[in-house]
C-alpha cells in the first residue's frame, strides 16, 4: 500500500484497490467493503499515514528496486487522476447523493436538482451513491437498536412496562403510526394513573430545548460522551465478528445518519403532551434529574447533526 | 499458469498454517484457484456430526467479486437447493472485498446452525420446516445421518 485513502468512516485502503472495488461494486449504494457503511464522500489521501509507510519502507530496506519503482507508478497514478480530476476512475464524478429536501419530501439528485425516485436520475442520469428511499421506509426494520434503547431509556423511566413494549413494537411498525401507537399507549396510561405521567411530563418541560444550550458547556457536554462509547463499542465488537453475517454491522452509522430528525420529532410530541397536562412536579427527584439529561443530551445530538 | 494474485498465496497459506476449527480446504493441485472443503456440522445443530464436503472456485475478479461456493453433499436445508447451490447475502449482493474464504466458509458453517426458511432458496424443503419443524429436523437429521458420513 503506497498510496493509502480514508473512507468518511475511517479505515483505510490502498487508492487502487478501492478503486477498483468502487468501480465493481453494482449493488444500490456504494459501500465500505471493512463496515459496509455508505460511502457519500470520495475518500481523502491519508498524508499521515502514508508517511508513516514511506518511513518504515525506507528505515527497513523492504523497498528493493523493484518495489520503489511501482511505488513510484503508484504515487505518480494518484497524482495524475487527481491533477485530472479522474479520482477513484470517475465514480464519484459520475454519481450524485439523493437530497431528501425538508419542506416537501422529495428526494432530489445533487447535480441536477431533478426529482429522484429509484437509483439512477432520470434527468442526468447520475447514479445515486445513496438511497433516498431510505430516508422514508428508514425506521421499519433498520430502526437501529440505539435509537430505541434511547427512547426507551428515557420512555421507560416515567411510563413503566407499558410503554416499554410499545416502543418494542416500534421496530417492527412504520415511523409514522408509531408516533400515534406511543401516544395512544401514553394517552391509556395517562387515564389509568396520572399523577406520575403529570411528574413526568413537567421534567420534560424543564428539561426543552432553551436549557439545553445554557447546559451544553456545563454538565450536558460530559454526558453526552456516553453514547458515543457505546456507539464505539457496539462498532468494534461487530468488526470482530466480521465474519457473521452482516446485519448489526450497518447499525452504528445509522444512527448518526438517522438519529437526528427523528428523535427530536419523538420528543417534540412528548413535549406537546407535557403541555397538556404538566402540572405536579413530586416525583421530580434524583431520578428526573437523571432523565433531563437524558434528554438534553439527545438534544444537543440533533444539534451537532444540523 | 497465470501467476497467482499475492492476497489468494496468502489466504491459501492461512488456510494451511492455521485452519479454522472445524473446516478445513485444500486448494486443488492442477488448480490453485479451485479448493475442496469440508464442514462440519456445528454442535446442536441438525447437522451435529455430520461432515459435509463443499467446493469453493475463486474468480478471476476475486476479491472484487465472491467466491463460487457450493455443496457437494447432500443436505437438507431451507437456504440450499438440490444442486448444493447456497443462498448466503455474503455471497450474493453483501459480498465486500474485506472478506476472505476464511470468513465465508464461516458464515457457510453459520447457517447450518441457523437456517432461514422464511427467505428459502429450497422451496419444498422451507415449506415444510414451516409447517412443522420438528419433523424438518428430524429429516434434516436423517439426511446427515445417511449422506454426511
Redesign the interface.
Known amino acids: 500500500m503506497y498510496v493509502p485513502v480514508m473512507t468518511s468512516c475511517g479505515h483505510n485502503y490502498c487508492y487502487e484497490?478501492i478503486s477498483?472495488?468502487l468501480v465493481?461494486?453494482n449493488?444500490n449504494e456504494l459501500?465500505c467493503?471493512?463496515c459496509?457503511s455508505p460511502l457519500k464522500e470520495q475518500p481523502a489521501l491519508n498524508v499521515a499515514l502514508q508517511n508513516l509507510l514511506n518511513y518504515v519502507l525506507d528505515s527497513y530496506g523492504i523497498g528493493s528496486s523493484q518495489n520503489d519503482s511501482t511505488r513510484a507508478e503508484s504515487v505518480s497514478k494518484y497524482r495524475d487522476d487527481s491533477y485530472l480530476d479522474r479520482l477513484f476512475k470517475n465514480v464519484f464524478n459520475n454519481t450524485a447523493m439523493a437530497v431528501v429536501d425538508d419542506d416537501d419530501g422529495v428526494a432530489r439528485c445533487s447535480n441536477c436538482h431533478w426529482e429522484v425516485e429509484g437509483d439512477i436520475c432520470p434527468h442526468c442520469s447520475a447514479r445515486m451513491r445513496n438511497r433516498a428511499v431510505e430516508e422514508e421506509e428508514f425506521p421499519s426494520d433498520e430502526y437501529s437498536e440505539d435509537e430505541i434503547e434511547r427512547i426507551q431509556y428515557g420512555a421507560n423511566r416515567g411510563l413503566g412496562v407499558q410503554v416499554e413494549q410499545g416502543t418494542e413494537e416500534q421496530s417492527e411498525s412504520d415511523f409514522e403510526s408509531d408516533n400515534s401507537n406511543l401516544e395512544s399507549q401514553r394517552g391509556a396510561f395517562d387515564n389509568a394513573s396520572g399523577h406520575r405521567q403529570h411528574g413526568r411530563s413537567r421534567r420534560h418541560l424543564d428539561g426543552s430545548q432553551h436549557e439545553s444550550e445554557d447546559l451544553m458547556n456545563s454538565e450536558g457536554a460530559m454526558e453526552s460522551e456516553d453514547p458515543e462509547d457505546s456507539d464505539l463499542d457496539s462498532f468494534i465488537v461487530n468488526e470482530e465478528e466480521?465474519?457473521?453475517?452482516?446485519g448489526p454491522q450497518e447499525e452504528p452509522e445509522r444512527v448518526e445518519l438517522d438519529g437526528s430528525d427523528h428523535d427530536s420529532d419523538f420528543y417534540e410530541h412528548h413535549d406537546i403532551d407535557g403541555f397538556v397536562s404538566g402540572d405536579s412536579l413530586e416525583n421530580d427527584s434524583d431520578e428526573g434529574h437523571k432523565k433531563r439529561k437524558r434528554r438534553i443530551q439527545v438534544v444537543l445530538d440533533s444539534d451537532e447533526d444540523d | 499458469m497465470a501467476s497467482l494474485p499475492k492476497r489468494i498465496i496468502k489466504e491459501t497459506e492461512r488456510l494451511v498454517s492455521d485452519p479454522v476449527p472445524g473446516i478445513t480446504a485444500q486448494p486443488h493441485e492442477d488448480n490453485l484457484r479451485y479448493f475442496q472443503v469440508t464442514i462440519e456440522g456445528p454442535q446442536q445443530s441438525p447437522y451435529e456430526n455430520g461432515v459435509f464436503e463443499l467446493e469453493l472456485f475463486l474468480p478471476d475478479?476475486y476479491p472484487?467479486?465472491a467466491p463460487k461456493v457450493r455443496f457437494l453433499t447432500k443436505i437438507y436445508h431451507p437456504n440450499i437447493d438440490r444442486l448444493g447451490r447456497i443462498c448466503?447475502?455474503?455471497l450474493k449482493?453483501?459480498w465486500?472485498?474485506?472478506?476472505q474464504i476464511?470468513?465465508?466458509l464461516?458464515?457457510v458453517q453459520?447457517?447450518l446452525a441457523s437456517p432461514n426458511p422464511n427467505d428459502p432458496l429450497a422451496n419444498d424443503v422451507a415449506e415444510d420446516w414451516i409447517r412443522n419443524e420438528d419433523e424438518a429436523i428430524a429429516k434434516a437429521r436423517e439426511w446427515t445421518k445417511l449422506y454426511a458420513k
Open positions: 484497490c477498483n472495488w465493481s461494486n449493488a459501500t467493503p471493512q459496509r466480521e465474519d457473521e453475517i452482516d | 475478479d472484487m467479486e448466503l447475502d455474503v449482493t453483501n465486500s472485498p474485506a472478506l476464511r470468513t465465508v464461516l458464515s453459520a447457517l
